[in-house]
């Protein structure tokens, strides 16, 4: 980052104070982007945006004092102008239709990785970047397409999106991790195949893979979520 670019700040919005403070961890890893603050309620919005320059909420849209759009809305008549990723456990696509409006940019749906944060927030910093009169059409789709997330990547031959997500949780829910033959037991499929879902994690880097000794013969491998993914 240059002298004359300077970070998107960003005001995390969050009630739970376990997750404000992963939120506000999460913006602090990506390059770029600064968090200025954190508030548990909507008043505690109000204020913070009162006293201190923000260009990007992460607004959780339940809070106990008022919903996040209501809030947008109450900002946006109040004059303040930042822009909106909304965080919500809701799929509701009402809501979503009425956030374009209010300055959402982003929906990122809980419970959510670092990765997935990580990328609307990039792709928000590309649009954010974008400055000056369009050339024509074609720039103003390239503009807004950067806030669009990629379609998900199609998996090897043979996999499937629904038992990945099976095998996924059972590996994130184990500490400890699992073996392929402990992943099999759990989800109900082969050695064989957990063991080719789990090494799909691995080249996907959302998992790893270690040796595990202490038993007769070769060492089975032992398979761990990557934290943060």
């Not at 300077?6 to 602090?28: C, K, N, S, T």
């Not at 090897?156 to 095998?167: F, I, N, Q, W, Y």
């Not at 195949?193 to 994690?201: G, S, V």
Request: charged content about 20%; proline content about 5%; hydrophobic content about 45%.
């Amino acid at each position: 980052m240059t002298a004359a670019q300077q970070p998107i700040r960003v005001l995390v919005v969050e009630d739970d104070p376990v997750a404000a403070d992963a939120h506000v961890m999460y913006v602090g890893r990506v390059p770029g982007f600064v968090a200025v603050g954190k508030a548990h309620t909507g008043a505690q919005a109000r204020r913070a945006l009162d006293r201190t320059p923000v260009d990007l909420l992460l607004l959780d849209l339940h809070l106990p004092d008022v919903h996040g759009l209501q809030l947008a809305r109450s900002l946006r008549a109040a004059g303040h102008h930042a822009d909106v990723i909304a965080v919500t456990s809701a799929r509701d696509l009402t809501v979503v239709r009425e956030g374009v409006s209010l300055g959402v940019v982003q929906y990122v749906l809980k419970p959510f990785t670092f990765a997935t944060l990580r990328d609307r927030l990039v792709r928000y910093a590309e649009f954010h970047a974008a400055a000056g009169e369009a050339s024509g059409q074609d720039e103003v789709d390239r503009a807004l397409a950067t806030l669009r997330a990629p379609s998900p990547a199609a998996l090897p031959k043979g996999l499937s999106a629904p038992t990945l997500e099976r095998v996924s949780v059972a590996l994130r829910d184990c500490g400890d991790g699992l073996t392929a033959t402990g992943v099999a037991e759990a989800v109900g499929i082969s050695r064989i195949t957990a063991r080719r879902y789990l090494e799909h994690l691995v080249d996907a880097g959302r998992a790893a893979r270690s040796p595990q000794y202490g038993t007769v013969g070769r060492p089975e491998l032992q398979y761990r979520w990557v934290k943060g993914q």
